[in-house]
């Protein structure tokens, strides 16, 4: 079977309806960013600051690389996986995309408290980071063969949706 692939910016939920996803659907569960961190034996921003964005999209292809091959998962991918035209064709091949998404201020809400993000942890102000972000890679998550909107119902309902999509 098919993997199922979550996409979308950060905060709009892919781990939380990835995990809950995996376990209505009896499927194994694999989040690039844990991978990522188990493979490296570092922290996301431990990799930001340590060796940059790009080492740490490297280490992150490497990554998608081996979980495409895979079959049978649930799939929670890094906000920027889809920006990699290479990590999308294979990801594709073995894969449907169920993209994500939420308001910016929702996304906002929900990355505020957080400090595990370096891309929104910069200077200025970040609800402006996230618009300008979204905004940049609106085209990226367009590769989605079905879209909920995370801010407008509840993690079950989110779900739901997706199994019957998958139907
Ligand atoms: C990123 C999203 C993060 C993580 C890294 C970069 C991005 O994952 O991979 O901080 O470029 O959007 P989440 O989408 O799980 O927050």
Known sequence: MKNIVLIGFMGTGKSTVGRRLATRLGREFVDTDEEIERVTGKTIPQLFARDGEIRFRSEEAL??????ARQNLVVATGGGVVLNPESVRILRENGVFIGLTADPEVIYQRVKRKRNRPLLNGPGD??????????????????ADFTVDTGRHDLEEVVEMIVEYLK
Do not use: G, H, M, P
């Open 126 to 143: 970040t609800l402006d980071r996230i618009r300008e972000l979204l905004a940049a890679r609106q085209e990226a998550y367009a590769v």
């Open 63 to 68: 990554v998608v690389k081996k979980v495409a």
